[in-house]
């Protein structure tokens, strides 16, 4: 293929095959194929959302209309939901073959405030996070049952992790789950949030978290049931990235990963 200029089309270049005389669009197979906005406005609403811009921003910056913009942040949420399927283990042995440590906790998402606004049903999501490297997992959950719990551990906490919880009954028999596949530290929050004789028992990180991810829920003014897990992969897929400078090119290097030409 050739890439050719095609002062006709909105991108004006094309790829040419010279051999079967065949042109495509340079958009053919591409993340920007379903639209036919020009390809640098499309950039510069990718750039908004890699930066966490609202929709109301891009809305006023690029002057389209509100169903684009909330099209294509849906759109990008689906490559998070990728790179989330890509990534959804976390935990194992570091360089040194120490454990890594994970914390582990459950959240109540929807609940009104003080009891007041609208009123419906919330759910319940159980998270993981890495303490050093702060990587995590999240996953909406039907109930908080030992079986659906340590299920999910088994599927998103490597091997050797140590892990770190709350006292959750559900959590009781971590450190025996598959004959010893984790160590497992319990901090009773009733009692105090840091071990008096351990502080290294503790799982602050994995509060912060949660604070951090409603927080950014309560900024989009929420969000619809059915798009809430897309809304907790993009979370996911933005702690994944320490340097939030580096977002925008990491974001187009998951395309770019995502659409082979």
């Known amino acids: 293929m050739t890439l050719i200029t095609y002062n006709k089309g909105l991108d004006k270049k094309r790829w040419a095959c010279r051999p079967c005389q065949q042109t495509l669009s340079v958009r053919h197979g591409s993340f920007f194929h379903r639209s036919n906005l020009p390809l640098a406005t499309l950039i510069h609403l990718i750039y908004m959302w890699a930066r966490d811009h609202s929709q109301s921003d891009a809305i006023h910056e690029l002057s389209i209309n509100k169903n684009t913009v909330v099209d294509w942040f849906n759109f990008c949420r689906d490559e998070c939901e990728k790179f989330v399927a890509d990534n959804d283990e976390i935990g194992g042995v570091d360089a040194n073959g120490d454990p890594i440590v994970v914390e582990i906790d459950e959240s109540y998402y929807f609940k009104p405030k003080y009891q007041r606004g609208r009123r419906r049903k919330g759910c319940w999501v159980f998270g993981g996070c890495e303490?050093?490297?702060?990587?995590?997992?999240?996953?909406?959950?039907?109930?908080?049952?030992?079986?659906?719990?340590?299920?999910?551990?088994?599927?998103?906490?490597?091997?050797?992790t140590h892990i770190i919880s709350d006292g959750w009954a559900a959590y009781a028999d971590i450190s025996a789950i598959d004959n010893g596949r984790y160590t497992h530290s319990v901090i009773i929050h009733e009692e105090y949030f840091?071990?008096?004789?351990?502080?290294?028992?503790?799982?602050?990180?994995?509060?912060?978290?949660w604070m951090r991810a409603?927080?950014?829920?309560?900024?989009?003014?929420?969000?619809?049931?059915?798009?809430?897990?897309?809304?907790?992969?993009?979370?996911?897929?933005?702690?994944?990235?320490?340097?939030?400078?580096?977002?925008?090119?990491?974001?187009?290097?998951?395309?770019?990963?995502?659409?082979?030409?």
């Open 131 to 160: 303490r050093q490297s702060k990587k995590c997992f999240l996953v909406v959950v039907q109930n908080r049952k030992k079986e659906t719990l340590q299920d999910l551990i088994q599927r998103h906490i490597l091997p050797g």
């Open 214 to 261: 409603k927080r950014k829920l309560r900024r989009q003014c929420g969000t619809s049931r059915g798009l809430f897990p897309s809304y907790l992969h993009e979370f996911a897929f933005r702690n994944a990235h320490k340097d939030k400078r580096r977002l925008f090119s990491c974001f187009l290097a998951r395309i770019r990963a995502s659409y082979q030409f």
């Open 194 to 209: 840091v071990h008096p004789d351990n502080d290294a028992i503790h799982t602050q990180n994995i509060e912060n978290m």
